[in-house]
């Protein structure tokens, strides 16, 4: 009998022991942090454990803003209202920097550009919050996802890899890609003065043959079937992302999860079987895997190199990311062109004077300024991310306020580019000119992020954008489709919700 009370009151204890750490958890820490951040002037939806789940609500806002369209402008109410519905509705009630509620977890929305330039240059004290486990099947354990000394290899290594040089070498690459797509367009519309096209289609269909020639030396129809199994993934990563994750969860042997384990070793082994034949095959020393797979040596001399499993993390998060992000990017690029005549036509009159022969190359995608204006001015208003985060790894002090110890932060990139009181009353027209000289404040402009975790990869999405635009400029003239629906909408990158509809005609 004493013993079996013994038990008893040890299970009473340990049971009362969970119940508090849950308490503390949810629902000491979260008031404690939020009572902290009112007093500093970061007001928000109030934190309720089970009430007013606030990430529940966000998913809702974003169903209703994506249920609807608008005529094509760029105005802050257009975009940021459809691509960041949440940030839009609570800002208008709280101000620019809020807090709000993912589960449990305290996130400070962040639009000034001060406090974001803080965030984003301090890694020691700033950190990346560690992927949803449901998420990290799409992009593994690659850069985007590392941290610490692991980090600071990938990042070495990518850094060569990613080199303008080396972006630059790849550029016959581009066209070759992109003069297969113009053949392809010309036989099927030669009979025709104007035909329509589906260019955000179209451009991941290009931007994947690219990633594919650059990565691997291969083409689109070698790594079809990794693009196809990545995109299958996305709808599966968009839920998990957008959701409280439970501990555990990824162990259920749920339809889902039964699913994302499929689709991501059968990613893993498409990717190893296209490294094998990539490795018996003529070596390509300028191909990103083989800059990827080349060690090289840090500043004590020592080299450093990546084993086989982690370059296919970084071929995962490449293929994905290069392919997006470029795609995306340029279905913006030629929306804007289409809608904006003159700037299409200015464009047009200087990669002729360029491109002496009609191809660009390294040398003369310099003379590019006016594309480079158009370009940037298309991040501006259509970044390839909505929104960057962040987690204060320690208890920190940021501009004036006193930030508790795993506090993240969304830091509202689109409403920074489309604020007024930094862009000007014009921030809602599409104005290249703006950037004809560079700009007073760092954090007013950060399409790729800012500091040392800037992407890796711009070098080759702004040649990118400038090889493809160039040649089919030279060639259509192009205006926007009378079924192309406005609907900007962010799933893993900002994209239009209905395609990208344009029609082109042949410039004799």
Not at 172 to 178: C, G, H, L, P
Not at 410 to 423: F, Q
């Given at each position: 009998?004493?013993?079996?009370?013994?038990?008893?009151?040890?299970?009473?204890?340990?049971?009362?022991?969970?119940?508090?750490?849950?308490?503390?958890?949810?629902?000491?820490?979260?008031?404690?942090?939020?009572?902290?951040?009112?007093?500093?002037?970061?007001?928000?939806?109030?934190?309720?454990?089970?009430?007013?789940?606030?990430?529940?609500?966000?998913?809702?806002?974003?169903?209703?803003?994506?249920?609807?369209?608008?005529?094509?402008?760029?105005?802050?109410?257009?975009?940021?209202?459809?691509?960041?519905?949440?940030?839009?509705?609570?800002?208008?009630?709280?101000?620019?920097?809020?807090?709000?509620?993912?589960?449990?977890?305290?996130?400070?929305?962040?639009?000034?550009?001060?406090?974001?330039?803080?965030?984003?240059?301090?890694?020691?004290?700033?950190?990346?919050?560690?992927?949803?486990?449901?998420?990290?099947?799409?992009?593994?354990?690659?850069?985007?996802?590392?941290?610490?000394?692991?980090?600071?290899?990938?990042?070495?290594?990518?850094?060569?890899?990613?080199?303008?040089?080396?972006?630059?070498?790849?550029?016959?690459?581009?066209?070759?890609?992109?003069?297969?797509?113009?053949?392809?367009?010309?036989?099927?519309?030669?009979?025709?003065?104007?035909?329509?096209?589906?260019?955000?289609?179209?451009?991941?269909?290009?931007?994947?043959?690219?990633?594919?020639?650059?990565?691997?030396?291969?083409?689109?129809?070698?790594?079809?079937?990794?693009?196809?199994?990545?995109?299958?993934?996305?709808?599966?990563?968009?839920?998990?992302?957008?959701?409280?994750?439970?501990?555990?969860?990824?162990?259920?042997?749920?339809?889902?999860?039964?699913?994302?384990?499929?689709?991501?070793?059968?990613?893993?082994?498409?990717?190893?079987?296209?490294?094998?034949?990539?490795?018996?095959?003529?070596?390509?020393?300028?191909?990103?895997?083989?800059?990827?797979?080349?060690?090289?040596?840090?500043?004590?001399?020592?080299?450093?190199?990546?084993?086989?499993?982690?370059?296919?993390?970084?071929?995962?998060?490449?293929?994905?990311?290069?392919?997006?992000?470029?795609?995306?990017?340029?279905?913006?690029?030629?929306?804007?062109?289409?809608?904006?005549?003159?700037?299409?036509?200015?464009?047009?009159?200087?990669?002729?004077?360029?491109?002496?022969?009609?191809?660009?190359?390294?040398?003369n995608i310099a003379d590019l300024k006016i594309v480079s204006m158009i370009l940037n001015e298309t991040l501006r208003l259509y970044p390839p991310a909505v929104m960057l985060m962040r987690q204060a790894s320690k208890n920190v002090k940021l501009g004036n306020l006193d930030i508790p110890v795993?506090?993240?932060?969304?830091?509202?990139?689109?409403?920074?580019?489309?604020?007024?009181?930094?862009?000007?009353?014009?921030?809602?027209?599409?104005?290249?000119?703006?950037?004809?000289?560079?700009?007073?404040?760092?954090?007013?402009?950060?399409?790729?992020?800012?500091?040392?975790?800037?992407?890796?990869?711009?070098?080759?999405?702004?040649?990118?954008?400038?090889?493809?635009?160039?040649?089919?400029?030279?060639?259509?003239?192009?205006?926007?489709?009378?079924?192309?629906?406005?609907?900007?909408?962010?799933?893993?990158?900002?994209?239009?919700?209905?395609?990208?509809?344009?029609?082109?005609?042949?410039?004799?």
């Amino acid at each position: 009998m004493v013993a079996n009370a013994m038990m008893l009151l040890v299970a009473l204890a340990i049971v009362l022991i969970l119940l508090l750490k849950v308490v503390y958890k949810i629902i000491w820490v979260p008031l404690k942090v939020q009572h902290v951040l009112k007093k500093q002037g970061i007001n928000g939806p109030g934190y309720s454990p089970i009430l007013n789940n606030t990430a529940k609500i966000r998913r809702l806002m974003i169903a209703e803003a994506e249920s609807k369209s608008s005529c094509f402008t760029h105005n802050y109410e257009t975009v940021v209202s459809r691509v960041m519905p949440h940030y839009y509705n609570w800002s208008t009630i709280y101000g620019k920097n809020f807090l709000y509620w993912f589960g449990p977890k305290p996130r400070v929305a962040i639009a000034d550009p001060n406090l974001i330039k803080e965030i984003l240059l301090n890694t020691t004290s700033f950190e990346k919050i560690k992927h949803n486990p449901l998420s990290k099947l799409l992009l593994g354990d690659g850069l985007v996802g590392l941290d610490g000394h692991k980090w600071a290899i990938h990042r070495r290594i990518s850094n060569h890899a990613f080199k303008m040089e080396i972006v630059k070498g790849w550029i016959s690459e581009m066209v070759d890609s992109t003069t297969k797509l113009l053949d392809k367009w010309e036989d099927v519309t030669s009979a025709r003065d104007q035909f329509e096209m589906d260019v955000h289609k179209e451009f991941h269909k290009l931007s994947a043959d690219i990633i594919s020639r650059t990565a691997f030396g291969s083409s689109f129809e070698e790594g079809k079937r990794i693009f196809e199994l990545q995109d299958q993934q996305v709808s599966l990563v968009l839920e998990a992302i957008r959701s409280v994750y439970i501990p555990g969860f990824r162990f259920l042997p749920t339809k889902k999860n039964r699913l994302r384990k499929r689709l991501e070793k059968e990613t893993g082994d498409a990717i190893r079987m296209l490294l094998n034949n990539c490795s018996r095959t003529a070596n390509n020393s300028k191909s990103l895997l083989s800059l990827l797979m080349h060690p090289i040596k840090n500043q004590d001399d020592k080299q450093e190199t990546l084993d086989i499993e982690e370059v296919v993390d970084e071929c995962k998060t490449f293929h994905f990311a290069g392919k997006e992000t470029t795609a995306n990017f340029l279905t913006w690029a030629f929306l804007l062109l289409a809608l904006h005549q003159e700037w299409q036509s200015k464009a047009r009159e200087e990669v002729v004077r360029a491109c002496r022969n009609g191809i660009p190359t390294a040398e003369n995608i310099a003379d590019l300024k006016i594309v480079s204006m158009i370009l940037n001015e298309t991040l501006r208003l259509y970044p390839p991310a909505v929104m960057l985060m962040r987690q204060a790894s320690k208890n920190v002090k940021l501009g004036n306020l006193d930030i508790p110890v795993n506090t993240q932060f969304y830091l509202a990139m689109n409403a920074v580019h489309h604020d007024k009181e930094i862009w000007g009353d014009d921030a809602h027209e599409f104005n290249p000119l703006r950037f004809a000289e560079s700009r007073k404040h760092l954090a007013s402009f950060f399409p790729f992020g800012l500091g040392p975790r800037i992407c890796v990869g711009q070098n080759l999405a702004l040649v990118e954008a400038k090889v493809v635009l160039s040649m089919i400029i030279q060639q259509y003239s192009f205006c926007i489709s009378p079924s192309y629906v406005h609907a900007p909408t962010q799933a893993m990158t900002l994209q239009p919700q209905y395609g990208a509809q344009i029609l082109f005609s042949k410039i004799s």
